[in-house]
């Protein structure tokens, strides 16, 4: 922790491949979702349960199978209600630095279910299509990444609210490139699209 009590981060700062068993525990929507939760917070078991609205059970699994990878850490247990003995979970940031492959799917539901729940006038979106050649993608996606890394390093309020990030960048299904009469600058689609 720094000064202010924030979480540094403890994980290596580039990034690897997963193994199949990381691979496989980052392959769920609610799994992603369960990381989001634990980021800046323990929480227990019964206390994500009832955040996702999921059968402890069902979430059990998915804690189990998230510490098993060092996903999640465990903490000291505490007493919860009734006097039982509950274990606290806290995300370790290990997912920031793994290449899992092709989990789109688990990405897209776990974006789709926390921006459904978020307050849509909070809500900030955007969307843009464009024409770059290859050199002008290749920067973006650097230019990206850097502003994302940028922000992850910095040191945690944990007085501030958390905020989620999601961007995705693919190529149009439209492949033809315009015929000249088209062409008009930048081709730009606005964020309103």
């Known amino acids: 922790m720094n000064q202010e009590g924030a979480m540094e981060p403890t994980v290596p700062s580039e990034r ?17 979702r369960i990381l989001r939760l634990c980021l800046d917070e323990t929480l227990t078991n019964r206390e994500i349960a009832a955040e996702l609205d999921l059968n402890p059970a069902t979430s059990l699994h998915h804690v189990r199978t998230l510490a098993a990878t060092g996903f999640l850490e465990a903490l000291e247990a505490r007493r919860g209600r009734r006097g039982a003995q509950e274990i606290p979970y806290r995300a370790t940031g290990k997912s920031w630095f793994m290449d899992a492959g092709d989990i789109t799917n688990p990405l897209l539901e776990a974006f789709v279910a926390e921006l459904n729940a978020a307050p849509f006038e909070r809500r900030t979106m955007g969307r843009l ?19 994302l890394e940028e922000f992850r390093a910095r040191p945690r309020d944990p007085r501030a609210e958390q905020w989620a990030i999601f961007v995705a960048m693919h190529p149009s299904s439209r492949q033809t490139p315009p015929s000249t009469s088209e062409e008009v600058g930048a081709h730009g689609e606005g964020p309103n699209a």
Do not use: F, H, M
């Open 129 to 147: 299509a464009i024409r770059l050649p290859e050199a002008e993608v290749d920067e973006l996606r650097e230019r990206i990444d850097e502003l």
């Open 16 to 32: 690897r491949a997963a193994t199949d068993a990381e691979a496989k525990a980052l392959g769920s929507g609610v799994r992603l």
